[in-house]
């Protein structure tokens, strides 16, 4: 599926020419209705287990070749054929974006900032998804294409492309009552069908209290403090 | 789904026709020169460098990109001064937070691009009489150097801009005679003196008719409103020298990221570039290990950890500034905010003590 959609988007890309940045086409805007930000914990109850989900694929895809493979033994077919080749890959390429998956999203806290135009989320121990809502909404720079979107539905998006053929995107979306958030990690890879999607639920907490906070400063770099 | 795919294939499609850094013709290594001799003109020019301008450049990048450009515009004019300090041709050399028309020589600068790649300035260059030495746009390409990682912070991956810049602003120094050099001198102390006091000095300075300033004559040596005024200039100088330590402070912080930060933005766009000259940019191939999409985002995740760090420094120095304690006759002052909004309470708190003790 990734495959075609990228040949049909290689072809219409030769139809534009490449002007640059200052020519990024100006897509139209949505303004966030649903408020993110706060501070929020993981809550390992309702999150995915990278691990565990791995082993469901695995065994879910291993299945699928044996029932393969029985059918072509009763149909007479001896030996390796494509399909099952194929089948072997994609259980590769499974484990080894869940492998990647779990490498790269592993912050228990996060902190988000948002504003009418603007929103920042700080995670523990990575970088910051930052997502400004009045520019274009495709970053276009040199080292990874970002693009980012508050979408009708109330869900944040955050994309980035690679060099190697990796895209990864972060999709945030809050429970109708507001006490949890749902950050899906999809991994995808641009020559292979498969992806790979880790769910990590967070929920809300007062800063503060019973846990420490942090304020940046020229003179004293991060401090951080006991709450009350 | 739909609306997932349709995003994609537009990234993909954008992702084609993103521009990666131009290819820059590097430049030759250009050394600084130094000052060879003792005989050379004993005349050094004190040299006030403005925290560079970044207007035009915020037009065309990101609110985040611009946080992180706020700290580059503090960084870059010591990575100048301390080039300009190197040559050993001149006097104190002061990074301000903004321009100074009454110093001797005045350089103030734009960024008109800066990334890992390529960096662009335009440089104008003014003594006190108003004379422009130089209005020029440096280019420099960091491919002519490697980023080595056990060097990062040692040289600025475009010190030859700032080798050429310093070299030439020198040349122009070499051509002055004696009487000019007392002039830019006289003409700086004598514009301090009329912005403190517009009535007591404004009969000694006067326009041509290509509107350049020049001296009528100067004040007596032992006119003590004059004297005061010199007075007070000493302190401001004192001032600055703190600011100016401030402005130390942060570049000696920003070493701890920004140099990372521009290796992995330069092994980045060195990538992608690399993949563009193979007409495979829009297929964004892939090496088919897992290692290499592991190493590449770890490069990606770096590079982001420093931008955040980066930014957080940034928003620092104009919000977060310590308060800068100052001594002026016994006084002791105590100044809060960003530099720049220091620089201009001082100067205020300076004119208003020169004014009473005048009265």
């Known amino acids: 599926m990734i495959n075609k959609i990228l040949t049909l988007c290689l072809f219409a890309s030769m139809l534009f020419s490449c002007a640059g940045v200052e020519q990024a086409p100006k897509l139209e805007v949505d303004f966030p209705v649903v408020n993110f930000s706060g501070h929020w914990e993981i809550d390992h109850e309702l999150t995915e287990s990278p691990r565990d989900k791995i082993r469901w694929l695995y065994e879910v895809a291993k299945s699928q070749i044996e029932q393969q493979q029985r ?5 007479g077919s001896i030996g390796p054929n494509l399909q099952n080749l194929s089948a072997i890959n994609d259980l590769r390429a499974v484990v080894g974006l869940g492998t990647l998956a779990e490498s790269i999203s592993r912050a228990n806290v996060l902190v988000i900032e948002q504003s009418d135009d603007a929103i920042v989320v700080k995670r523990e121990g990575d970088y910051a998804l930052s997502c400004d809502f009045t520019e274009s909404e495709v970053r276009l720079h040199n080292l990874g294409n970002e693009y ?17 053929g990796l895209t990864v995107v972060n999709r945030m979306v809050l429970s109708a009552d507001g006490r949890r958030l749902n950050v899906a990690t999809t991994l995808i890879s641009s020559d292979l069908d498969q992806q790979f999607t880790l769910n990590r639920v967070y929920m809300r907490f007062e800063a503060g209290r019973d846990m420490y906070d942090c304020k ?3 003179k004293d770099k ?4 006991l709450g009350q | 789904m739909i609306r997932f795919v349709l995003i994609l294939s537009l990234f993909v499609m954008l992702f084609a026709c993103s521009s990666t850094p131009k290819k820059t013709t590097p430049i030759e290594i250009l050394n600084i020169e130094l000052k060879k001799s003792l005989s050379e003109p004993s005349h050094r020019l004190n040299v006030s460098i403005a925290s560079f301008d970044t207007k035009q450049v915020e037009k065309k990048i990101s609110r985040f990109r611009s946080d992180l450009l706020f700290a580059e ?3 870059m004019p010591v990575v100048l001064k301390d080039t300009l300090l190197r040559s050993d041709f001149w006097g ?11 110093a001797e020589l005045m350089i103030q600068v734009e960024i008109i691009h800066s990334d890992a790649v390529q960096l662009s300035l335009l440089v104008q260059v003014l003594d006190s009489r108003g004379f422009v030495w130089l209005d020029k746009n440096y280019t420099d390409s960091s491919l002519d150097h490697a980023y080595f990682p056990k060097k990062l912070g040692d040289e600025d991956p475009f010190q030859d801009l700032y080798n050429e810049i310093a070299n030439d602003i020198n040349l122009v120094r070499k051509t002055l005679v004696e009487k000019e050099l007392n002039s830019i001198l006289d003409m700086s102390m004598l514009r301090y003196a009329i912005a403190l006091s517009p009535e007591a000095f404004n009969s000694f300075l006067d326009t041509d008719a290509n509107s350049r300033l020049y001296l009528t004559s100067l004040p007596a040596r032992n006119d003590p409103m004059y004297k005061r005024v010199k007075n007070i200039r000493e302190s401001e100088y004192r001032f600055i020298d703190i600011m100016d330590s401030q402005y130390q402070k942060f570049y000696g912080m920003m070493q701890n990221s920004y140099p990372y930060w521009r290796e992995y933005s330069f092994e980045l766009m060195v990538y992608n570039d690399k993949l563009k000259e193979k007409g495979s940019l829009g297929k964004r191939p892939s090496s088919g290990t897992w290692g ?5 985002y770890k490069t990606y995740k770096e590079y982001k950890l420093n931008e955040d760090e980066l930014r957080e420094l940034g928003n620092s120095l104009s919000t977060e500034i310590e308060p800068t304690i100052a001594e002026l006759d016994g006084h ?7 530099l720049a909004s220091q620089y201009k309470e001082w100067r205020a708190l300076l004119k208003r003590i020169y004014q009473s003790e005048t009265q």
């Open chain 1, 71 to 75: 059918r072509q033994h009763q149909g």
């Open chain 1, 148 to 164: 980012c979107h508050f979408g009708r539905n109330g869900q944040v998006v955050f994309l980035v492309a690679l060099p190697e």
């Open chain 1, 216 to 218: 940046f400063t020229l």
């Open chain 1, 222 to 225: 991060k401090t951080c403090w």
């Open chain 2, 73 to 75: 515009s503090n960084y």
């Open chain 2, 92 to 102: 104190a050399v002061r990074v301000l937070p903004e321009t100074d028309p009454t």
């Open chain 2, 292 to 296: 290499a999409m592991e190493n590449v």
């Open chain 2, 332 to 338: 002791v002052f105590e100044l809060t905010g960003s």
